[in-house]
């Protein structure tokens, strides 16, 4: 099975900044790597599919990048509505594997 | 637009089976795969399995002893069976559509989820 590291576990910053979240997989998932917003008892909410593409209504402030085993997810300017926690997914091959989540806060 | 409703009881005593049901309107069980995810209370998420209607599927290697997940194309519904449970099993259960199946895309639309507690 794939394993995934996402780091950091948690991070806090401030409206404007530019936040990084990371996800490595034990081995490479070439672009099959998804992510997701979760806001506390919420349903989690697709950002981006296939490491790079915008999922329809997910707001353009939100990038992702990587391939093969290293991918990000970039939030270009912080707002407040960003407080959440974010998953990477890997679905390369089954089983599909969350990462641990990125708790993003405020300063 | 896919909407996706998760039912089933919300307790469960230990070592029983848990069955739950995901019915999905606006479009058709037929057209596309199906997942199950679990997320214990303050923890991350667990991909449990997907089905196709013309019954494949793949499981979580950790719960593919214990875990069936069927579609019923008469009544467009998905369901889940996880058979002796303990209270390691209480969580969240959603299902969801799953594009992953293929590449075209992920897990994007779920349910609301329905939370099942395992206690005697």
């Known amino acids: 099975d794939i394993q995934v590291t996402q780091s950091p576990s948690s991070l806090s910053a401030s409206v404007g900044d530019r936040v990084t979240i990371t996800c490595r997989a034990s081995?490479?998932?070439?672009?099959?790597l998804a992510w997701y917003q979760q806001k506390p008892g919420k349903v989690p909410k697709l950002l981006i599919h296939s490491a790079y593409t915008l999922q329809s209504g997910a707001p353009s402030r939100f990038i992702g990048g990587g391939s093969g085993t290293d991918f990000t997810l970039t939030i270009s300017s912080l707002q407040p509505e960003d407080v959440a926690t974010y998953f990477c997914?890997?679905?390369?091959?089954?089983?599909?594997?969350f990462g641990q989540g990125t708790k993003v806060e405020f300063k | 637009q896919i909407h996706l409703q998760e039912s089933g009881p919300g307790l469960v005593k230990p070592s029983e089976t848990l069955s739950l049901t995901c019915s999905v309107s606006g479009g058709s069980v037929t057209s596309d795969y199906w997942s199950w995810i679990r997320q214990a209370p303050g923890k991350g998420l667990e991909w449990m399995g997907y089905?196709?209607?013309?019954?494949?599927?793949r499981y979580h290697p950790s719960l593919k002893s214990r875990v069936t997940i069927s579609v019923d194309t008469a009544k467009n519904q998905v369901s889940l069976h996880l058979t002796s449970v303990t209270p390691a099993d209480t969580a969240l259960y959603f299902c969801?559509?799953?594009?992953?199946?293929?590449?075209?895309?992920?897990?994007?639309?779920w349910g609301q989820g329905t939370m099942v507690i395992v206690s005697s």
């Open positions: 997914l890997t679905y390369n091959t089954p089983p599909w594997t």
């Open positions: 089905i196709y209607y013309s019954g494949t599927s």
């Open positions: 969801a559509r799953d594009l992953g199946v293929g590449g075209a895309g992920s897990l994007d639309i």
């Open positions: 081995q490479p998932v070439g672009s099959y």
